[in-house]
């Protein structure tokens, strides 16, 4: 089975990709950031085009590696702090990178099956408890407004032109090879040799925490289920909610030491008091969550230690 | 005051141009289209830049006319049947295009009032009698979604950025120089000799008919009253239905000699039953529409016969 995956270069597409060649995908690759043959061979890539998602480079794909089965679209924008700093090159890399990738699968693969890979910022602020995939959509930065509007593209060629796809909005996703967000910035801080810490917010800031390794494996899973929907939206969620002082506690534990964590109290302006998602859509598939935050915390940071060594 | 059109070449774009005008307002376009010298006075427009809009159009536009207190975003997809034909095409020309001018105002233009035409196509088909600015969004058509993310552009910019912009969603626009749609067809195959027209649906579709003088005038009183709110939605609607079947008789009341029209009964998928604005908006700005439909398309009638001869 030939598969594509945008975006293979990133944080969840290097995941992905591995998986995906461990299941005997054939997996062949698009986006920004040059890779050697070498590291190529490791991720488990067949082919990989260091470009823009653009009919011309597609084309190009599609005649050296086959037109694929499916596609996970991982490509876009990956940070809300730089789509307020630089919010046109967000809504390019998210928004118009994805009407191009369905214009070309209109004319050039209509049955090819297209994964989208979304973010819970879709959601915006304002919910309480878990939240499904009906919940109202009001995001509060341009990172989950183009999100939203990359939906909204997918949801509108399915219903005008018939083109099959799935969008899963992912949560609080940490792993191996993450370098940035909150379980970095604490393993960097104990690195530095703090021992005192002191992290914005109140610390009982609520967050859906999944395993990038299991996230992987989801998206994979999702592509074997048949879609009974020309458009769904799952949440990649996996309804149990950890607080950021329960995840900076853990994190402590498995670094060792003597170790004090506090909080400012100041919330950033934006920042949700809860990201919980209602797994519903996630359970019915029937998919398992099995890296509990204990365990991939513990994971985290022995790569962590790994790779500053 | 210096104020800019964009899409000053189109339907309502013209009329606008001329309403500002008279008004004394030094109007500057950007679009597509050749507009030659004498056309442009005619017209009423400063200065013309036939072409995308970009930063460096826009840029040398600033450098010719000045900044700008106002522009009115008139530019984008203009028809339901080329959104589907070329989906890409319309998402370029109302998305893409106005997250580069919001890009540009943010950067060169921070206190710019925007003021951004929309359509009544964002709300979709399943709406029963009036509908409200706050009413569910579901387009059916690429047309209707890519004016959706068009206003959530404007949304994010305001949310993030503080940029001032004001949607109004209009509904059935039709006035002299309209050479399409409901009005245009029936005059034509009048003209064509036809007596006894058959048109498709039912007849029964509700529409909200507004003028294009009327709307121009709206939207020119829009840029002259406070804003209240950094991001505002207003509908465009008079708040008075009328029937598919009504306007046609009226049409041929207008035209005269014996006429018929007959209808096919056969409804095209994704026309709403009814599209009728809830005026609460409009009213309480306050604006008053001027011109019912029996005479807007007495005045249509006049306009054709007059254009043919």
């Not at 998602?53 to 590696?65: G, T, V």
Request: aromatic content about 8%; hydrophobic content about 40%.
């Amino acid at each position: 089975m030939n598969v594509w995956v945008t975006g293979a270069n990133g944080f969840i597409g290097r995941h992905l990709v591995r998986v995906l060649a461990d299941r005997g995908y054939r997996v062949h690759g698009i986006g920004h950031g040059a890779i050697g043959e070498t590291e190529r061979h490791r991720l488990g890539l067949e082919h990989w085009l260091n470009g823009e998602i653009d009919a011309a480079n597609l084309n190009a794909l599609a005649e050296h590696s086959g037109l694929p089965s499916a596609i996970f679209h991982l490509a876009g924008g990956s940070s809300v702090g730089l789509s307020i700093a630089q919010p046109f090159e967000d809504f390019s890399r998210t928004v118009a990178s994805t009407a191009r990738l369905l214009e070309w699968l209109r004319s050039a693969a209509r049955d090819c099956r297209l994964i989208v890979v979304s973010s819970a910022a879709v959601y915006g602020a304002d919910h309480e408890g878990p939240i499904g995939v009906d919940a109202a959509t009001l995001p509060m930065s341009p990172y989950g407004q183009h999100k939203l509007m990359m939906e909204q593209l997918c949801r509108s060629y399915a219903v005008t032109f018939g083109l099959h796809s799935t969008v899963v909005r992912l949560f609080s996703v940490y792993g191996p090879n993450l370098r940035k967000q909150l379980p970095w910035d604490v393993c960097s801080r104990f690195q530095a040799g703090e021992r005192n810490l002191m992290l914005g917010g109140t610390g009982a800031e609520v967050r859906d925490w999944t395993d990038v390794r299991d996230v992987a494996r989801l998206l994979t899973e999702i592509d074997g289920k048949p879609q009974p929907e020309t458009f769904q939206v799952i949440n990649g969620g996996t309804g149990l909610g950890t607080t950021v002082a329960t995840i900076a506690a853990i994190l402590a534990k498995c670094w060792g030491g003597s170790i004090s964590v506090q909080y400012s109290g100041i919330v950033r302006a934006g920042d949700p008091a809860s990201l919980l998602s209602d797994d519903t859509t996630v359970r019915t598939l029937p998919f398992d969550w099995t890296i509990p935050v204990e365990q991939g915390l513990a994971d985290y940071v022995s790569w962590f230690k790994d790779q500053i060594r």
